[in-house]
């Protein structure tokens, strides 16, 4: 009796909680709708957020539920919008093809260091000593840590310069998120026109640090038919909504840091 009593009071416990667990597994149970399932499975799983959302599950959950457009997922391109849009019967929408660009052309053959640099080898740590280990407080850091983050293999370190492999990147943005001097940005494919430089130093200063400086003339900006180019922060800047790629820009500048 000393151990029966107990295993029966323990059983009936058990008993009840598996009566109550069944009983609110009913009351709150959440039908879920299959196509949810369906779209996450046709997504790429690189949870990269590009989309806006918190992942490919949330994104596929926002689609169903809240109407999301079906062509935000970048690194899927239009194969994963073609299967989202098979799943819902509706047309397939357009996607147009991104990549990452970076903004700096000071390799180590033009830009100038500061000091060596034998800390942490990341970009995120050079950065916090005086601004990072070259002249240039704007330019590439070239410690990789871009290339770190890129599940494709899109980006490539190249004499201390990082450089994207457009084929290659998904245009997912985790590049974009990592760069501690914010060079890279995301862009349509068919816009093959870039300023590769972010100096916000004036010309003199820019020339001094790297001699593939942007020196902020402005003959760019004068040239452009379309007036998708203009200097801001001593330095020229694209407005890919309104180049056409027609490469004026780039014929006129001085220092050839248009590419």
Do not use: W
Request: overall charge neutral.
């Amino acid at each position: 009796m000393t151990y029966l009593i107990p295993a029966l009071i323990l059983g009936v416990c058990g008993i009840l909680a598996g009566v109550l667990l069944t009983i609110a597994s009913k009351i709150f149970y959440v039908e879920i709708d299959e196509r949810i399932e369906k779209i996450s499975e046709s997504l790429p799983q690189a949870n990269c957020g590009a989309c806006g959302f918190a992942g490919c599950a949330d994104y596929a959950d926002a689609i169903v539920n809240s109407g999301a457009a079906t062509n935000l997922c970048r690194p899927g391109g239009s194969e994963a919008a073609g299967k989202i849009a098979g799943i819902l019967g509706t047309a397939a929408a357009d996607v147009i093809p991104m990549t990452a660009v970076v903004h700096c052309s000071g390799d180590c053959d033009a830009a100038k260091p500061h000091f060596d640099f034998d800390g942490v080898q990341s970009c995120k740590a050079a950065k916090r000593f005086y601004g990072g280990n070259g002249l240039c407080k704007y330019g590439c850091i070239g410690l990789g840590d871009c290339a770190a983050v890129c599940e494709h293999n899109a980006i490539k370190i190249e004499k201390g310069l990082a450089k994207v492999i457009p084929a290659l990147c998904g245009a997912c943005g985790q590049c974009e998120a990592v760069c501690p001097n914010h060079l890279i940005s995301i862009k349509p494919k068919e816009k093959n026109i870039d300023v590769l430089c972010s100096s916000q130093d004036n010309g003199k200063a820019t020339k001094l640090a790297c001699s593939n400086g942007c020196i902020g003339c402005k003959m760019c900006e004068r040239k452009c038919p379309n007036g998708a180019i203009k200097v801001v922060n001593a330095h020229a800047v694209i407005d890919y909504d309104k180049c056409t790629s027609c490469g004026i820009c780039k014929d006129s500048c001085p220092v050839k840091v248009i590419h």
